[in-house]
């Protein structure tokens, strides 16, 4: 009998751009390039795709899709799940009838049944459809434990293969496998915890993320299976905080990841949001470490500077313009971080010659007090180029607070300035007619230097990146509007 192996991605559920429509187009192509990666199966219809917010009809027509796209290529395993046990049972029966290898069943929901109830539901289930079952325990999102001692009874049922685990607590894993590891395949689904789970014993892993990185994850296997963790632990770091933007966020985190990418599988729908389950600083996050591993390469992009025309390799998405211009005044802004050692960040940038070097100049001229400005430097006597100027947002009343924003605060800023110039958001051809202006906000309270200096460099290079880039444009802002906050709303 079939048992689940390998990794996999819990495909997202592609929407039409408003979110009302299935998109079949998107998501036959995301099978095919997830296919091309060397995916061991697909997963539709679980709780990346949202399967909560989709109408029976609409998880219908996304397995059949699925089936059919796969064409037998890899394994197919259904979300079939529901918080009742009638639902499930319909469910399940068409997905069967649809073609599908397997059925993924969650612990039925909402109404949290007791033991009796939830193991009822899988033994009622597994003896009415001959179909591989998989069980599904991920009791963050179902608020319903799936005990290990259950686990082991279920799998005393023919039918039932395999269970996918996405609570990421690793001594339940180990307590499964220790029980029922010859009974059952047991699947890791929580990207944070991955080659852990591996390392334990698990058959594979069942992944968000695998989406839109599978072929990480599958070097992970590899390397695992060969013995070589040294391997596996050094991929799992590179990619260790896009897997944690993804464990949190969700559907959200991956739909945001391959729109990046250029794969238009649109947004997700309501209650769930950018903003919200993902928030606009790991937004950018996930952008900049997408860069990192190469899921987002750089194009070239032009500046008209003046009368001067430069071209750079820029890690663009689609809303990245292709040709910048327009420098006499280009404004970013961002923030980073949370309590007293939040950053954020407001940046003027344009020409020595503009009006945010007129800026610069009376700034340097006329100080306010407790505002004084100080040019940012990477190493003594060496200013950043282009030259930059940090202004403190809050009036500094203390020698400590002075301390934090021209300490790291202001280091923090330099190096922001200098990788963006290294990686071409800013041109390396225009640094000397160009100029920035930042206010920089530090806590009063703030007293840890090291998060000061990561939370600056954060708002810095995304502030940097927004600027060049025009954003937010008025079309973000007309969507989130609505989801908008002032950062420190609910802060003293």
Same mark, same amino acid.
């Given at each position: 009998?079939?048992?689940?192996?390998?990794?996999?991605?819990?495909?997202?559920?592609?929407?039409?751009?408003?979110?009302?429509?299935?998109?079949?187009?998107?998501?036959?192509?995301?099978?095919?390039?997830?296919?091309?990666?060397?995916?061991?199966?697909?997963?539709?219809?679980?709780?990346?795709?949202?399967?909560?917010?989709?109408?029976?009809?609409?998880?219908?027509?996304?397995?059949?899709?699925?089936?059919?796209?796969?064409?037998?290529?890899?394994?197919?395993?259904?979300?079939?799940?529901?918080?009742?046990?009638?639902?499930?049972?319909?469910?399940?029966?068409?997905?069967?009838?649809?073609?599908?290898?397997?059925?993924?069943?969650?612990?039925?929901?909402?109404?949290?049944?007791?033991?009796?109830?939830?193991?009822?539901?899988?033994?009622?289930?597994?003896?009415?459809?001959?179909?591989?079952?998989?069980?599904?325990?991920?009791?963050?999102?179902?608020?319903?434990?799936?005990?290990?001692?259950?686990?082991?009874?279920?799998?005393?049922?023919?039918?039932?293969?395999?269970?996918?685990?996405?609570?990421?607590?690793?001594?339940?894993?180990?307590?499964?496998?220790?029980?029922?590891?010859?009974?059952?395949?047991?699947?890791?689904?929580?990207?944070?915890?991955?080659?852990?789970?591996?390392?334990?014993?698990?058959?594979?892993?069942?992944?968000?993320?695998?989406?839109?990185?599978?072929?990480?994850?599958?070097?992970?296997?590899?390397?695992?299976?060969?013995?070589?963790?040294?391997?596996?632990?050094?991929?799992?770091?590179?990619?260790?905080?896009?897997?944690?933007?993804?464990?949190?966020?969700?559907?959200?985190?991956?739909?945001?990841?391959?729109?990046?990418?250029?794969?238009?599988?649109?947004?997700?729908?309501?209650?769930?949001?950018?903003?919200?389950?993902?928030?606009?600083?790991?937004?950018?996050?996930?952008?900049?470490?997408?860069?990192?591993?190469?899921?987002?390469?750089?194009?070239?992009?032009?500046?008209?500077?003046?009368?001067?025309?430069?071209?750079?390799?820029?890690?663009?998405?689609?809303? &990245?313009? =292709?040709?910048? +211009?327009?420098?006499?005044?280009?404004? #970013?802004? /961002?923030? @980073?971080?949370?309590?007293? !050692? *939040? %950053?954020?960040?407001?940046?003027?940038?344009?020409?020595?010659?503009?009006?945010?070097?007129?800026?610069?100049?009376?700034?340097?001229?006329?100080?306010?007090?407790?505002?004084?400005?100080?040019?940012?430097?990477?190493?003594?006597?060496?200013?950043?180029?282009?030259?930059?100027?940090?202004?403190?947002?809050? &009036?500094? =009343?203390?020698? +400590?607070?002075?301390?934090?924003?021209? #300490?790291? /605060?202001? @280091?923090?800023?330099?190096? !922001? *300035? %200098?990788?963006?110039?290294?990686?071409?958001?800013?041109?390396?051809?225009?640094?000397?007619?160009?100029?920035?202006?930042?206010?920089?906000?530090?806590?009063?309270?703030?007293?840890?230097?090291?998060?000061?200096?990561?939370?600056?460099?954060?708002?810095?290079?995304?502030?940097?990146?927004?600027?060049?880039?025009?954003?937010?444009?008025?079309?973000?802002?007309?969507?989130?509007?609505?989801? /908008?906050?002032?950062?420190?709303?609910?802060?003293?």
């Amino acid at each position: 009998m079939f048992k689940p192996q390998g990794i996999l991605p819990a495909l997202v559920s592609p929407l039409s751009k408003d979110g009302k429509q299935l998109n079949e187009e998107a998501l036959r192509s995301l099978v095919s390039h997830c296919i091309d990666l060397g995916v061991s199966g697909v997963v539709p219809c679980g709780t990346t795709a949202e399967f909560v917010n989709l109408t029976v009809e609409e998880r219908k027509k996304v397995i059949d899709i699925v089936v059919d796209e796969v064409n037998g290529k890899v394994k197919v395993i259904a979300g079939t799940g529901a918080s009742g046990t009638e639902q499930a049972l319909e469910m399940t029966r068409y997905a069967k009838d649809a073609g599908v290898d397997a059925a993924l069943i969650v612990t039925p929901f909402y109404l949290k049944p007791a033991s009796r109830g939830i193991y009822e539901h899988f033994d009622t289930i597994a003896s009415q459809i001959e179909l591989p079952i998989v069980l599904y325990n991920i009791p963050q999102v179902t608020g319903v434990q799936l005990p290990w001692q259950m686990v082991e009874d279920l799998a005393q049922i023919p039918n039932i293969v395999g269970l996918k685990d996405s609570s990421g607590q690793l001594g339940f894993i180990l307590a499964v496998l220790e029980k029922v590891r010859d009974k059952i395949n047991v699947m890791c689904g929580h990207d944070e915890v991955v080659v852990a789970a591996l390392a334990a014993g698990c058959s594979g892993a069942i992944l968000a993320s695998a989406n839109f990185m599978p072929d990480f994850w599958i070097k992970i296997s590899n390397a695992v299976e060969k013995g070589d963790l040294k391997t596996a632990r050094e991929i799992q770091y590179k990619i260790q905080k896009i897997a944690r933007i993804i464990a949190k966020s969700g559907p959200v985190g991956t739909k945001v990841a391959l729109n990046m990418m250029g794969m238009k599988v649109g947004p997700v729908r309501l209650p769930l949001s950018v903003g919200g389950e993902l928030t606009y600083e790991e937004r950018e996050e996930l952008r900049l470490d997408l860069e990192k591993i190469g899921k987002i390469t750089p194009k070239p992009i032009k500046f008209e500077i003046d009368k001067k025309t430069l071209e750079e390799r820029f890690a663009a998405i689609e809303i &990245t313009p =292709k040709i910048i +211009r327009d420098f006499d005044l280009r404004v #970013g802004e /961002a923030l @980073a971080g949370k309590d007293s !050692a *939040v %950053a954020h960040i407001d940046l003027l940038l344009g020409k020595k010659d503009g009006p945010v070097g007129e800026a610069y100049a009376k700034a340097k001229a006329a100080p306010a007090p407790g505002h004084e400005p100080l040019l940012a430097i990477l190493e003594p006597n060496l200013a950043v180029k282009p030259v930059t100027l940090i202004v403190p947002t809050v &009036t500094i =009343k203390s020698m +400590r607070q002075a301390s934090m924003i021209y #300490g790291p /605060a202001q @280091a923090a800023v330099a190096k !922001a *300035v %200098a990788d963006s110039l290294a990686d071409g958001i800013i041109p390396k051809g225009a640094v000397d007619d160009l100029i920035i202006i930042v206010n920089v906000f530090v806590h009063p309270a703030a007293v840890d230097r090291q998060r000061v200096y990561i939370n600056n460099y954060k708002a810095m290079r995304h502030a940097i990146r927004r600027a060049m880039e025009g954003r937010p444009t008025t079309e973000e802002i007309l969507e989130n509007k609505d989801r /908008a906050k002032h950062p420190f709303k609910y802060t003293p």
